[in-house]
């Protein structure tokens, strides 16, 4: 059976960074395998900037941003297999996967990084009533056939959900002359960035309609309307709130899941917060050997913050395959509490020799004027003052190792205190 030390799942910006990262390491026995035609993921269709001013402090649009990376895998020599689909990873770190050229192929692998990026959820996720009529479709699917294929989506448009890919793509339909009726949020603020709210939205006179959502799609061949209802505090639609609105594509942006089939079939447990694995500081999963990196572990905003959490997976993945096991002895488990959604990692490594940790999270609610308080039982390890915290912004918070290394077997606790609004 053909081997290697490590293989890289997903040739996205976080497989592409691990790779790089894990080479640095000095681990040179590497393949990428990507089910696409090209590396880069989904960076290829993202033609707006943004990209890179945390990494490469430039403004850079998604292709120049992964073209970085696919430069830097030719530079190191990483070898790669494109349209070429993994179909099972085991506990022994055996992959199949199969494509036109090698066809059913079984390898070997002494570590495993999951880079496979997320999904968008579609219209089943969010139970609309209706008919199934032709233009209803993702904002990721739009934006492919938009800045890939090159097709039109529609001319009048009327967008469920307010995620940063559906925010982009409300300013990139008017910029294409598509009458955009209005961004629907079933919460009292959005989801997306605050900066993708301003510049996609307010900038171009497009209406965010918070507090409101689509109950039912018009139409049998095409759509012709929906019914939009405004919703109480528990995000419900009210009865006799309904109107009408007339329009041809119903575009939605309700949300991202983890790809995590391939670690639901070797067995990796997964957070039912996140929807990706649990993970520890060096992106271990509950697998000894198999790391994961990117969307694949917890949804994030900017991919500056993917590739940076690619490195941590890649040391961890080549200090295992120097070692050949896990240097686990002393580990204390994460937890989200009071206003918080969910930590990651969710494990931190107490006998690492990494100095510092950074916890990402996300809070549940809209604060302002705000603390976040990090506890040990009732001992508090820090507190940080944040001026406002939106669910739809990831928090980051660096924790030096030896604020944790007295915990006697309890949870280090994020909690978000007062100043909700």
Do not use: W
């Not at 707006?48 to 970085?68: A, M, V």
């Not at 989506?153 to 409300?170: N, P, Q, S």
């Not at 694995?277 to 271990?284: G, N």
């Amino acid at each position: 059976m053909e081997s290697y030390d490590i293989v890289v799942i997903g040739g996205g910006p976080a497989g592409m960074a691990a790779a790089v990262e894990a080479k640095k390491y000095g681990v040179d026995n590497l393949l990428i395998i990507e089910r696409d035609r090209y590396l880069g993921g989904i960076l290829q269709q993202c033609i707006h900037n943004g990209f890179g001013l945390h990494k490469f402090k430039e403004d850079l649009t998604g292709p120049q941003f992964s073209e970085r990376y696919i430069e830097m895998v030719h530079e190191l020599g990483i070898p790669y297999k494109l349209d070429t689909m993994v179909l099972n990873i085991n506990r022994e770190r055996e992959i199949t996967y199969v494509n036109s050229k090698d066809g059913l192929r079984v390898i070997k692998a002494k570590a495993i990084i999951l880079a496979m990026g997320c999904r968008e959820k579609t219209r089943g996720a969010v139970g609309i009533a209706g008919s199934r009529p032709a233009g209803v479709l993702t904002a990721g699917a739009a934006q492919r056939y938009i800045n890939i294929d090159g097709y039109m989506v529609g001319k009048k448009i009327m967008m469920l959900g307010t995620g940063d890919i559906g925010l982009i793509m409300a300013r990139r339909l008017k910029l294409e002359g598509v009458e955009v009726i209005a961004v629907l949020a079933r919460k009292p603020y959005p989801g997306g960035l605050m900066r993708n709210v301003v510049q996609c939205l307010h900038d171009y006179d497009i209406p965010l309609m918070l507090r409101h959502t689509v109950t039912r799609i018009l139409g049998k061949q095409r759509v012709t309307g929906v019914i939009v209802a405004e919703t109480d505090e528990n995000s419900m639609p009210i009865p006799g709130t309904e109107k009408l609105y007339e329009c041809d594509t119903l575009l939605l942006s309700v949300g991202l899941i983890p790809e995590n089939e391939l670690s639901l079939s070797a067995g990796i447990g997964l957070d039912r917060r996140t929807g990706g694995a649990f993970v520890d500081d060096l992106r271990e999963t509950d697998v000894e050997g198999v790391f994961a990196c990117g969307n694949v572990v917890h949804v994030h905003d900017l991919v500056d913050f993917v590739v940076e959490e690619s490195g941590y997976a890649a040391k961890g993945a080549a200090g295992f395959v120097k070692r050949n096991s896990s240097r686990k002895v002393r580990v204390c488990a994460t937890s989200p509490g009071e206003g918080i959604r969910y930590v990651v990692p969710q494990r931190i490594n107490l006998d690492s020799d990494e100095k510092r940790v950074d916890l990402f999270f996300r809070v549940s609610r809209v604060f302002e004027q705000s603390r976040i308080v990090l506890k040990d039982g009732e001992r508090v390890i820090r507190e940080i003052k944040k001026r406002q915290m939106s669910p739809g912004e990831m928090e980051r918070v660096g924790v030096d190792r030896s604020m944790i290394e007295g915990m006697g077997g309890t949870d280090l606790t994020v909690e978000a205190v007062g100043g909700d609004r």
